[in-house]
């Protein structure tokens, strides 16, 4: 049988600013599957609220052991995503992974249509994604915020945790 393959695409000019970023949380200890597993139903709860500008949620699983679990979300444009990750309650999940990871690590990379991507690994002791094959640095100075990291117009709107804060110094540095 002879059949051809279908092959499909989508015409994405109606969101010239889309995002998709890529989330996950890989357990580091035996208490982070608690960690892990807490999350899950406070971010199915967010996602229904179906914040401004969330296009798509998607769920995977990036491995068994050690138990790492991700989310795809594409966001209508980084303005939206930015303000989201400010409010409640993503406001208060990252203040307090920041204060203490419970066992597990974090870690985002986003992907810009207008070009331009950037990412943070929090608490990550392998490599991932772009971190296996670029230079790591300290995600400190201008290196702090996802905006200013993917070099996007307009001034960062206040971190959740602020980085002298987080680090415990004047400068941050």
Do not use: C
């Not at 309650?89 to 990379?109: A, I, Q, V």
């Amino acid at each position: 049988m002879n059949s051809r393959v279908e092959r499909k695409t989508v015409d994405l000019s109606p969101f010239p600013d889309l995002v998709v970023i890529y989330l996950g949380m890989r357990v580091n200890a035996l208490t982070g599957v608690k960690t892990l597993f807490g999350f899950g139903p406070q971010i199915k709860n967010s996602v229904d609220q179906k914040p401004d500008g969330l296009l798509l949620h998607e769920n995977f699983i990036m491995s068994l052991i050690p138990l790492h679990l991700g989310m795809r979300q594409y966001w209508r444009d980084f303005d939206a995503l930015e303000a989201w990750a400010r409010s409640t309650p993503h406001r208060e999940w990252w203040r307090d992974f920041l204060r203490s990871s419970r066992g597990t690590g974090f870690w985002h990379e986003a992907y810009f249509m207008r070009g331009g991507m950037e990412a943070v690994y929090d608490d990550v002791p392998v490599r991932l994604g772009f971190g296996q094959f670029a230079p790591m640095k300290p995600a400190r100075g201008p290196m702090f915020s996802a905006r200013t990291r993917a070099k996007l117009a307009g001034e960062p709107r206040p971190a959740v945790v602020q980085e002298a804060e987080l680090y415990g110094t004047e400068s941050g540095r």
